[in-house]
Every structure is written in C-alpha cells, then in structure tokens.
C-alpha cells in the first residue's frame, strides 16, 4: 500500500472460550475452546495480530453474545 493504515480493528466473537454457565472469562483468560468455533477464533485473531508486525496499531474486539435461562428455570 502506498500509505499504510495507522490502526487495524479486528472483530471477532466470544466463542474462543468453552461454553460455561459459571466461568467467567475475560481478555487475560489462557482456556480456549477446542471446539470449531474456538479454533476458528483463535485462528482469526493470531492471523489479526501479525498486522503489528508492520508498525501498525492493532485492536482486537471480541464480541459476546449473552443467553439467560431464568425465564425458563422459573416456568419449571
């Protein structure tokens, strides 16, 4: 590229992380899922942070999708 970027923002999902009703997993978690959607993930993102190699400032977001079960625990 003639002008390189100055900032590279990478998204990509929460399913990194094993699925858990109890854990809570923040960016400084190690655990990844070894499922599909975890590998994927982590694929995603190491390939995102080559970029820094480059000089360019690099922000990986990590979405969460959130599903609650207290509706349907209290209709039991």
């Avoid at 993930?41 to 000089?55: F, I, L």
């Amino acid at each position: 590229m003639p002008k390189k970027p100055t900032i590279f923002i990478n998204a990509s999902a929460i399913g990194i992380y094993p699925p858990s009703i109890n854990d809570v997993y923040t960016e400084a978690s190690l655990e990844t899922s070894n499922d599909f959607l975890g590998k994927t993930v982590y694929d995603w993102e190491n390939k995102a942070k080559q970029v820094e190699a480059y000089g360019i400032r690099t922000v990986l977001i990590g979405f969460l999708c959130e599903q609650r079960f207290h509706f349907w625990e209290s209709q039991l």
